[in-house]
């Protein structure tokens, strides 16, 4: 069984904080992807890496993937109230059709 | 471009009903995979659709069972509920061809209560 274990579970910042999400594995994914949801809403996308020591930007938001594409961090620099939610790690390995998910990161950002 | 739609979005049965959710992918998406999420376990894969064929399944009991039609809108149904099946149900659509699409889109999901 793949697992995804994510840290930390909880986070609780100020507005301006910056802070890193952290996603691990001991299986091998292909591809990886961090979605964000709110509550009663499904997961919205945010990115997907493919390439071990892939870095990809997106606003505020950095993502990376392992070298060994067993792990990925978000790094989100000067949080925002908006930036609220559960953040999500996902990957897949190269033949399977479905998602293993991490176990989650609750983020809230106060002002 | 209209996103995934799930309908209905809120449910309440009674242990030992039936119940049916229906998943409309993105248009042109023809990989429908369907997600249990509850707050013990997470997000949990249920199986995924491609083709009106079950592509994949994960480790649910075959209560849970599903399927696709020609025009990729896929259900889910499970049957004889029990209080664990409470959870919401999330549907995903991806427009990947090949097993293994590395994109999916969720839809809002269904948030079913068992009573």
């Not at chain 1, 964000?36 to 938001?61: A, M």
């Not at chain 2, 707050?39 to 994949?56: A, H, I, V």
Request: charged share 15%; with cysteine.
């Amino acid at each position: 069984t793949q697992l995804l274990e994510q840290s930390p579970q909880f986070l609780s910042i100020q507005e301006g904080e910056n802070l890193t999400v952290y996603c691990n594995s001991s299986s091998v994914f292909s591809s990886l992807q961090w979605y964000r949801q709110e509550p009663g809403e499904g997961p919205v996308l945010l990115v997907t890496v493919v390439t071990g020591g892939e870095v990809k930007k997106l606003k505020r938001l950095t993502f990376q993937f392992g070298d060994a594409r067993k792990d990925s961090s978000l790094h989100i620099t000067a949080a925002q109230p908006g930036d609220t939610g559960l953040y999500l790690c996902a990957g897949n390995t190269g033949t399977a059709s479905k998602l293993t998910f991490g176990t989650g990161t609750r983020l809230q950002v106060t002002l | 471009k209209a996103g995934v739609t799930q309908t209905p979005r809120y449910l309440i049965k009674t242990r030992g009903q039936q119940v049916t959710l229906s998943c409309s992918p993105i248009s042109g998406h023809r990989s429908v995979s369907w997600y249990q999420q509850t707050p013990g376990q997470g997000l949990q894969f249920l199986f995924e659709y491609f083709s009106e064929t079950q592509r994949n399944k994960g480790n649910f009991p075959g209560r849970f069972s599903g399927r696709q039609f020609s025009n990729s809108r896929s259900e889910m149904n499970v049957s004889t509920l029990e209080l664990g099946d409470s959870a919401l149900y999330l549907c995903a659509s991806s427009p990947s061809a090949v097993a293994g699409g590395i994109t999916q889109y969720f839809g809002p999901g269904t948030r079913l209560t068992v009573l």
